[in-house]
């Protein structure tokens, strides 16, 4: 017999299991110990380990614990196999308990023969194998096998199955964490909501536009011409509207909407290519609004929702896999309100969204796709992400000489002086930035403020 080696021998096993449809994954406590599991064959769970050790792995306990779970079943229902390729003793098969098996041998033939009662295959498992074979851990895996794994319909022969199958996947998905999902929905409702809150608070004869401008909101005069730079980075989290209740009513209806987007998006990206893909998408949807759509306040939920609506659309069109499918039927919701919603704000509220679609789509498509199988499909998001980019960039080297005097511009700054929130010079001396030297913020010996003329 041939010279033993251990990780030949761990690799030929992990390879062989691989081919019988389970997914192998490191151990996270000892680098000599792997892990080989299955939604759907007989033996659920297989460890795989140098040593023969009598202490109880907890970690292997914790990894049977979550299989049992997502299978629905009790962990004593599980069937189990722990091989130990462990050279200082001798060959042993033995039943630890009911559904519990311990295999100790470094023989080729009575490793062959005793696996041979679990996988009729096993004697054709070639130890001199030389392939490559993927360990996952932990940290990588992440959620893209358990989306694999549900598009799997092999062990789907009636109805019965697909339910079990869509119980499991719900049941991993509800259990899996959502950091980049719960800190947008921070940001981009709570926020929102919070500072329609302060705006209903402070009253103000205000329309729509100012309540957002108002809160962080973003417009080509004072993100660009005035130097506040930031409101790229705030417009989503400004107030909607000046009536209170349309303002709460939209944002709270958005909110329980964008969140189940948002976490689907995470939970089949990862989640910072996820947070990567939805922070690049914001910026370039603030870029862009500010620029080219300059008599008009872009901010708060709605825009963030489109955009994460193209996220998960472009993610899963034109597939007909199980999640794609499930996925495509969250959609019918946002693109209803979508359509509504809006109208209870502003008319120009459809293009900063129609903005976000596209964006959040494109740079989504680029986060997931298959550079390996490139194809012509490829072009059509660097195409609008070129145009998100370019477009508004030649529109800034274009001198405005003159720029037309923007009246909610005006009143918010009046609104800032009002609440005591910036000095009405430094009110006087933005307006003067953006161009309008003509006029100026007052304030009269009762204490209003109103606009006065320098000429």
Request: charged share 15%; glycine share 6%.
């Amino acid at each position: 017999m041939m010279n033993f080696d251990y990780k030949q021998y761990e690799k030929a096993l992990i390879f062989f299991f691989q081919n019988q449809h389970y997914q192998a994954l490191l151990s996270k406590l000892n680098k000599q110990n792997v892990f080989l599991y299955s939604s759907k064959m007989d033996v659920a769970i297989i460890k795989i380990a140098h040593h023969l050790d009598e202490a109880k792995d907890s970690e292997f306990t914790h990894l049977i614990g979550k299989l049992a779970k997502t299978r629905g079943v009790n962990k004593a229902d599980l069937k189990v196999l722990e091989i130990y390729l462990d050279e200082t003793k001798t060959n042993k098969f033995s039943e630890i308990s009911p559904n519990h098996f311990l295999l100790v041998s470094t023989d080729q033939k009575y490793l062959r023969t005793q696996l041979t009662s679990f996988w009729a295959m096993s004697q054709t498992l070639d130890f001199s194998i030389q392939e490559d074979v993927k360990i996952l851990d932990k940290k990588s895996k992440r959620n893209r096998q358990a989306v694999e794994d549900f598009d799997d319909l092999s062990s789907v022969t009636n109805e019965a199955d697909l339910q079990k199958k869509l119980s499991s996947f719900s049941m991993r998905f509800k259990k899996t964490p959502y950091y980049g999902s719960s800190i947008f929905l921070l940001l981009f409702i709570i926020v929102p909501l919070i500072f329609q809150l302060l705006i209903t608070i402070w009253g103000y004869d205000y329309t729509d536009d100012i309540a957002k401008l108002f809160s962080g909101g973003t417009t080509y005069h004072l993100t660009f011409l005035g130097g506040q730079g930031w409101r790229v980075l705030t417009y989503g989290m400004s107030a909607l509207s000046s009536n209170w209740f349309v303002g709460f009513a939209i944002i709270i209806l958005v909110g329980f909407s964008m969140y189940g987007l948002l976490k689907l998006n995470e939970f089949y990206m990862s989640t910072w290519k996820f947070i990567l893909s939805f922070l690049i998408s914001y910026l370039l949807l603030g870029y862009f609004s500010s620029v080219l759509t300059p008599n008009y306040t872009t901010g708060s939920a709605l825009p963030i929702y489109g955009m994460t609506l193209g996220m998960l659309a472009l993610n899963v069109s034109g597939s007909k896999t199980l999640f794609a499918q499930v996925s495509k039927s969250k959609l019918i919701l946002p693109i209803i309100f979508l359509i509504i919603l809006p109208i209870f704000v502003s008319g120009m509220e459809y293009i900063p969204i129609l903005v976000g679609l596209c964006l959040g789509g494109a740079t989504s498509f680029l986060f997931t796709y298959d550079y390996k199988n490139a194809n012509w499909r490829l072009s059509l998001p660097l195409v609008v992400l070129l145009i998100g980019i370019l477009l508004p960039s030649i529109m800034l080297t274009i001198p405005i000489y003159v720029p037309g005097k923007d009246g909610v511009v005006i009143y918010t700054l009046m609104f800032y002086v009002d609440r005591h929130l910036m000095s009405i010079d430094k009110a006087n001396n933005l307006l003067h930035k953006i161009g309008w030297t003509d006029i100026v913020i007052t304030q009269f010996s009762n204490n209003r403020l109103g606009i006065g003329s320098l000429i």
